[in-house]
């Protein structure tokens, strides 16, 4: 059984730029859930894909937006790059959407925005 | 709304002491609550589910609907007990699917 992979591990960008996250779900899990963790707090809701379609989203901006694809790998993208954005960003697969199944975390990508 | 409520943000104890590490919740529908735990330089884990009532590595935890919390504990702290443990809720997020809220967590050291 292979795990969730994330990457790249670590990305520093500037202010306004974009920048593409990437996340490889568990075998056998079609839900890719991603989260942002800042400095000294829990992670955060950003948005749920489930077969190939947004299927949920927490309290952020339009700039940051998603993927999913065939093998329900993921993407997330963010656009006009703001110094806030600077966290851990965190992907969790799981089985079916529609239950409260555990989800199941990658190492994460640490954004620093410059 | 939903959320969760880690209120000690550091706890130290020594090895062998009692730990108990609180969580409060606040949430309209049926809860599922978890402990997820990061060991240094490790992904987030989960250690244990309300629904699956085991105990991992000594740890337990009991949902009190009442008090609306989910406390962990351990009877015998040990060294390798030390880390960031973060206590989440499964809700609904607005439509069909479940997210998870997480509190801010609780950074458990175990001296010797």
């Known amino acids: 059984e292979t795990g969730v992979t994330q990457s790249p591990t670590h990305l520093i960008k500037t202010r306004g730029q974009q920048v593409t996250l990437r996340c490889s779900s568990q075998?056998?899990?079609?839900?890719v859930s991603w989260y942002q963790q800042a400095l000294g707090q829990g992670p955060q809701f950003i948005f749920q894909?489930?077969?190939?379609?947004?299927?949920g989203r927490g309290n952020f901006p339009p700039r940051f937006s998603g993927l999913q694809f065939p093998n329900y790998s993921s993407e997330l993208n963010v656009n006009a790059l703001e110094l806030d954005d600077s966290a851990l960003y965190l992907c969790?697969?799981?089985?079916?959407?529609?239950?409260?199944?555990?989800?199941?975390f990658g190492p994460g990508t640490r954004l620093l925005v410059l | 709304a939903q959320r969760v409520t880690q209120p000690e943000k550091l706890l130290s104890v020594f090895k062998g002491a009692p730990v108990e590490l609180k969580c409060n919740y606040s949430?309209?529908?049926?809860?599922?609550l978890f402990w997820y735990v990061q060991y240094s330089r490790q992904r987030l884990q989960l250690l244990l589910r309300h629904i699956s009532r085991e105990s991992i590595k000594g740890f337990t935890a009991d949902l009190n609907k009442g008090e609306t919390s989910f406390h962990l504990k351990k009877p015998f702290a040990q060294e390798e007990d030390s880390a960031m443990y973060y206590c989440?809720?499964?809700?609904?997020?607005?439509?069909?699917?479940?997210?998870?809220?997480f509190g801010k967590g609780t950074l458990l050291t175990v001296n010797p």
């Open positions: 949430y309209s529908g049926s809860p599922e």
């Open positions: 989440a809720l499964s809700g609904r997020s607005g439509g069909s699917n479940y997210k998870l809220t």
């Open positions: 969790a697969s799981s089985f079916d959407p529609g239950t409260q199944e555990t989800q199941y």
């Open positions: 075998s056998g899990h079609n839900t």
């Open positions: 894909y489930y077969r190939e379609e947004e299927n």
